[in-house]
């Protein structure tokens, strides 16, 4: 045994330091939960801040998809006019009538993938007139779209996934919401890498905002927090500026100015003062089978992805765990948003913004009326097209910073649901561990093999076959969901102690709406919509 030195031993801890910290199933210190809106100044220009927010997604897809479509500055403003208009229809329909959470729904990565492929379809190699060929592909991918609208819609207003989601468990839930946020660090600090200069100080000024002035000026309302994107992305946006007009990227290589100058956009110049997006404004859609199947894939990997970002924005907005049955509903109204896409022509399909999500856990404010609010400035600067460009010209950099603080706050949450789980389990260390792994490893070999070959793994005769296989591995989220919902539902789960390792006892009683008095506060319908569309 070993002996101490010449000084007294230390003093016993007391009790209570030795009790773990306690099992939440709603998170505290939550300003404000769904149903407790801030004041309206304040809600305004919190709605503002989630606008600015998930405007580096509708930019980003755009300029990335339409140059090889076809189309120039004209047709690349447009699109992003259609998709920030349809994701304000899409935010308000998924807020009043889907999950009720306060829940962005915007474009999505996972449909990039399938469209690609119809724009290297060979049928329209042929086209020379780039405008042509830039009509012909969006119409490809409305028809693509609206059949793959289907599926959600179908599974979620089923009740189809409301059956899968009751089988879900704090245990295999850890992944799938973690790797929803850390699964997408490729947008994170090599976006910043692309103009360091604009990007690093970002990150700097976010977290200084952030998390260390509310500790240093004490205030009785948080200000430097609450608004610390307001603040930073200004400062951030103001000095891009005057680099810009200082002549600091006059000489640089054309990829530079691109990424850090304010004016190379092309947004403002090609958009319109006022035009309102219409459905079928590009013309009839067309439709082919094999594309159409390829986008339902990217439809049903969505389906999964949004579900553990709809997890992590209960858990930020200070709500009880989600019932199956609002889940469904909720995935069935994100279906209607991507027959929406579909309709209006966007070139992109829709799911829940993982960076909103994350700016809940930043403000503390996981208010409907918020996110309600940003739904409407998305329809009105898509309305007023300058003005809208001009927001939307903010360097690509700028909004990589924001990312790599928003997405890790998803993948925390994620994390936090250890808490209702056993880690002395080794059940709980091989399930947690293989599946997160997995999720990093298998799509890492499919993106790997992709950049190098110019084609998936998966290389047949038939391209939509190639496609629904390298578009489902490649998803982190979806594979490290797949992986642990099956091993934790395989491995003797009916055992008594494996239904508490695995956290099952936790969220047992809100499987059914009813089960607990609180989903009548957070998820209820409005203007008593229950009656018809009850949730069981």
Same mark, same amino acid.
């Given at each position: ?41 304040? &809600? ?33 403003? =447009? ?41 290297? #379809?060979? =049928? ?11 009509? =012909? ?154 594309? &159409? ?35 469904? =509903? ?34 503390r404010v996981g208010s409907r009326r918020v996110v309600q609010i940003s739904a409407l400035f998305m329809i009105f600067f898509s309305i007023l097209g300058k003005?809208? #460009? ?10 990589? #910073? ?50 190098? #070959? ?83």
């Open positions: 045994m070993a002996r101490g030195g010449g000084g007294g031993a230390a003093p016993a801890p007391k009790q209570d330091e030795l009790q773990p910290h306690p099992v939440k199933d709603q998170l505290p210190n939550v300003s404000y939960c769904i149903t407790s809106p801030p004041p309206w100044p304040e &809600a305004i220009l919190l709605g503002f801040q989630h606008f600015l927010v998930m405007l580096g997604t509708t930019v980003i897809i755009p300029t990335a998809l339409v140059p090889q479509m076809g189309g120039g500055n004209d047709e690349k403003a =447009r699109v992003v006019q259609t998709l920030l208009f349809v994701a304000g229809i899409n935010t308000l329909f998924q807020t009043l009538f889907g999950t009720c959470l306060p829940a962005v729904i915007g474009g999505s990565y996972t449909f990039v993938a399938p469209t690609v492929s119809i724009v290297l #379809a060979g =049928r329209y190699s042929d086209i020379v007139d780039p405008h042509e060929k830039f009509l =012909r592909v969006m119409r490809g991918t409305q028809g693509a779209l609206i059949v793959a609208s289907t599926l959600q819609i179908i599974v979620g207003f089923s009740g189809l996934w409301r059956n899968v989601a009751r089988f879900l468990t704090p245990l295999a839930a850890v992944p799938l919401v973690a790797l929803a946020g850390f699964g997408l660090y490729e947008l994170g600090f090599p976006g910043v890498a692309k103009c360091i200069e604009i990007g690093f100080p970002q990150i700097i000024l976010l977290v200084v905002f952030s998390q260390y002035i509310p500790h240093v000026i004490h205030s009785e309302k948080p200000v430097s927090d609450r608004f610390a994107v307001i603040f930073s992305v200004t400062i951030v946006w103001l000095y891009a500026y005057l680099l810009t007009v200082g002549g600091a990227y006059r000489h640089s290589p054309l990829k530079t100015q691109l990424h850090c100058r304010t004016d190379r956009s092309g947004l403002v110049g090609g958009a319109p003062w006022i035009r309102v997006p219409y459905p079928f404004q590009w013309g009839a859609p067309t439709f082919d089978a094999g594309e &159409a199947f390829a986008m339902m894939a990217a439809s049903f990997v969505s389906l999964v992805e949004s579900t553990g970002t709809f997890i992590a924005i209960t858990r930020y907005a200070s709500a009880t765990p989600l019932p199956p049955s609002v889940l469904s =509903r909720g995935i069935g109204w994100q279906g209607i948003g991507i027959l929406l896409d579909g309709l209006f022509g966007t070139a992109n399909g829709s799911s829940v913004s993982v960076e909103n999500a994350g700016l809940l856990a930043l403000t003005f809208g #460009a001009i927001f939307a010209s903010i360097p690509a950099p700028i909004f990589a #910073a924001l990312y790599c603080l928003f997405f890790a706050y998803v993948g925390a949450a994620g994390l936090s649901f250890l808490q209702f789980c056993n880690l002395n389990s080794f059940r709980t260390k091989f399930i947690l561990g293989f599946s997160v792994f997995m999720g990093l490893s298998i799509p890492q070999y499919f993106n790997e093999y992709t950049s190098v #070959a110019g084609y998936g793994p998966v290389h047949t005769k038939a391209r939509w076959f190639n496609d629904i296989i390298n578009v489902t591995f490649s998803s982190k989220p979806f594979v490290a969901g797949l992986v642990a919902f099956f091993l934790d539902n395989t491995l003797n789960r009916h055992d008594d102690a494996t239904k508490r390792d695995r956290g099952y006892h936790w969220w047992k009683r809100f499987q059914n709406f009813k089960g607990d008095q609180r989903s009548e506060e957070f998820y209820s319908l409005p203007f008593d919509l229950n009656r018809f569309f009850p949730s069981v």
